[in-house]
């Protein structure tokens, strides 16, 4: 009887898993058998054979495949770091140095697993954004609700959003009335009321007040299934960062292997060969160098900065180009009071408070805003009555015997002519109304932070930035207010997540790139740039598409970060370079025949433990770490 079609297809996929985790399943293999090694040499009376057994499976399993993987980068003329350390597990084999070359299997195997582990973050930004989304709409039929997979919604059906739910699809409203978080959508940072005839974005989050929405498009085509596609892009168009190690190690391997080379020419004796190949085992950039890495991962970590891609560190101080996203990044990402207009007949003081008592009942996005303004003058709270907040009518209340009423120009035009009121600003702005005569009207923007003009201006000076640009999908007043603001003069607004990545794709062709920004909007320019960095923790989106991610939302940690990247690196060169030019030395002794195998592997030995030390001061804080205010 012929057994079942399928029934090899648990072993194909067993195979295939332990094939794309063969660097993991190599490391795993070299830790067991460098532990086992160790046991039963010192803690048993096992003879040579048996406590070398381990180490020689090691080699032979471990060893060989990272072998022949790097002969295929020898036949593409790829001479990094890791061929000599290939090399090298052929001279300790054959020295007799079980232990050290399956060291040197564990540091290769290792290194790779780490690498191959931070390539696989694209598939986790993209479950990112889709666990984002909802994977079940809420669709009217007839006067009962069903709840369908998203994918099932076509462009006509009725959708209901409820409170706090994220929207499944693109639709426009119908019914109902509330507010919607879209700020990581369209870089906006106000949130955005909701009225019949409004429209409503896949992914947005809804307030209060449920909401019921005629579908416009599919799911697959709404606009956060075109972010999905653009990160996915993206992600697969990555371009590969050159490490340090493979910088150094490109010069360093052809060197070492002539200098080894002609001692053995030159003196006739293989032996030669194989005491500079010992001594040049390149353990200052394969320890060193990561060494120097966690230490300033560590170190960033005490300072609010996590490291979630290790190669940042090697590249931050490279930038030349720093593009920044504009809300909550060179922003506080919400609105607040920079301007505003009192009537003559009005005291500004006494307005603001009656405004402010009446706003502690208002849901209107600007309220707070309002609210904080009053605290910030220190102004009196007086009792509210008769309250009435109608959709798009605006807000009324019976304020210390005065009769208040917040509505918006568009409203209180058709109501009244007013002559008086001010030129329209950017921004948002609101029209209060005392005793039925204007009082005031408020003007509302993202503001900036303090430090951001003094931020930006220390870059070119500190940090050797020659081009800085604001990328934001918010209107061209607010973009270039903010720009004016602090000192930015390259400015591209209403730029979709599209024309974002096109951007830093083509700045990043050109040189390193910083991107800094905190929106889903954001999240395929993050994965682009050479160096992303997210602001905070709101999404877990722009978190996994990001390098790095800075808890605080500070700039002054941003400024920390490009401090503890340039220390990192100059404390692994000094320590790789340092290195190698006393395994050089080493070399050179050894070439001649006054350095035998054995004494060169404890050379190199003393050689690693100084470098490894001086790479460990890169984890120790320095007494400074910014300079942006000086």
């Not at 039963?40 to 990272?66: C, M």
């Not at 947005?204 to 449920?210: K, P, R, S």
């Not at 009423?405 to 008086?420: H, M, N, Y």
Request: a negative charge.
């Amino acid at each position: 009887m012929n057994p079942p079609a399928n029934s090899s297809a648990p072993q194909v996929s067993f195979w295939r898993l332990l094939w794309r985790r063969r660097q993991l399943a190599i490391a795993l293999l070299a830790i067991v058998g460098i532990a086992v090694h160790l046991l039963l040499r010192f803690g048993s009376d096992a003879a040579s054979d048996t406590f070398n057994l381990p180490l020689w499976i090691t080699l032979a399993i471990g060893g060989v495949p990272l072998i022949l993987e790097l002969l295929h980068k020898v036949v593409h003329f790829d001479f990094g770091a890791d061929l000599l350390a290939g090399i090298s597990i052929i001279a300790s084999a054959l020295l007799g140095e079980y232990l050290a070359g399956s060291i040197v299997v564990l540091m290769l195997s290792g290194g790779e697993a780490l690498e191959s582990f931070a390539v696989g973050r694209a598939s986790a930004v993209l479950q990112a954004l889709a666990k984002r989304l909802p994977s079940i709409a809420h669709r009217r039929n007839g006067a009962a609700l069903e709840d369908v997979a998203v994918d099932a919604i076509d462009v006509g059906d009725i959708v209901v959003i409820l409170p706090h739910e994220v929207s499944p699809v693109d639709g426009v409203v119908i019914e109902g009335h509330s507010v919607m978080d879209e700020s990581y959508l369209t870089g906006e940072p106000y949130l955005m009321s909701k009225t019949p005839g409004t429209s409503v974005m896949s992914g947005a989050v809804n307030g209060d007040g449920a909401l019921t929405i005629q579908a416009e498009r599919q799911a697959v085509d709404s606009r956060y299934a075109k972010i999905m596609e653009v990160m996915r892009k993206s992600e697969q168009q990555r371009p590969r960062m050159r490490r340090l190690a493979d910088q150094l190690g490109a010069y360093y391997t052809p060197l070492a292997l002539a200098i080894a080379g002609a001692a053995w020419y030159v003196s006739g004796d293989a032996t030669r060969f194989l005491a500079v190949i010992v001594v040049a085992t390149p353990c200052p950039l394969l320890i060193a160098i990561p060494v120097a890495i966690i230490g300033s991962i560590s170190l960033a970590a005490q300072m609010g900065i996590i490291i979630r891609l290790p190669a940042v560190l090697e590249q931050v101080d490279r930038c030349r180009t720093v593009i920044f996203d504009k809300t909550g990044t060179l922003t506080y990402g919400e609105p607040r009071i920079y301007d505003q207009w009192n009537s003559a007949e009005c005291d500004p003081l006494e307005t603001l408070a009656l405004v402010a008592s009446l706003e502690r009942y208002s849901k209107h996005p600007l309220a707070a805003a309002i609210q904080k303004a009053a605290e910030a003058a220190s102004v009196a709270t007086y009792d509210v009555t008769q309250v009435s907040e109608r959709p798009g009518q605006g807000m009324r209340g019976h304020v210390h015997d005065r009769q208040v009423r917040i509505t918006s120009r568009k409203q209180l035009a058709k109501a009244q002519t007013v002559a008086t009121l001010p030129e329209q600003q950017g921004g948002l702005e609101c029209v209060v109304l005392v005793d039925e005569k204007l009082a005031a009207v408020y003007f509302f923007r993202d503001a900036p932070r303090r430090e951001g003009k003094r931020f930006i201006d220390h870059l070119g000076r500190r940090h050797q930035i020659s081009k800085l640009m604001l990328v934001t999908g918010d209107r061209e007043s607010e973009a270039r207010f903010l720009a004016d603001q602090v000192g930015i003069h390259e400015v591209y607004f209403n730029q979709t997540p599209e024309e974002k990545l096109e951007l830093v794709q083509r700045e990043t062709a050109s040189s390193a790139t910083l991107f800094v920004g905190d929106g889903v909007n954001d999240a395929p320019a993050l994965a682009a740039a050479t160096v992303g960095v997210a602001f905070g923790q709101n999404s877990d989106v722009t978190t996994e598409a990001a390098g790095v991610v800075v808890l605080d939302s500070s700039l002054e940690t941003v400024d920390k970060l490009l401090h503890i990247g340039r220390r990192m690196r100059t404390i692994a060169l000094q320590s790789a370079v340092g290195g190698i030019a006393l395994s050089m030395i080493g070399m050179v002794v050894a070439s001649v025949g006054w350095l035998p195998p054995v004494a060169g592997a404890i050379s190199q030995e003393m050689i690693d433990v100084i470098v490894v030390l001086n790479a460990l001061r890169a984890a120790f804080p320095p007494s400074e770490l910014t300079d942006y205010d000086k």
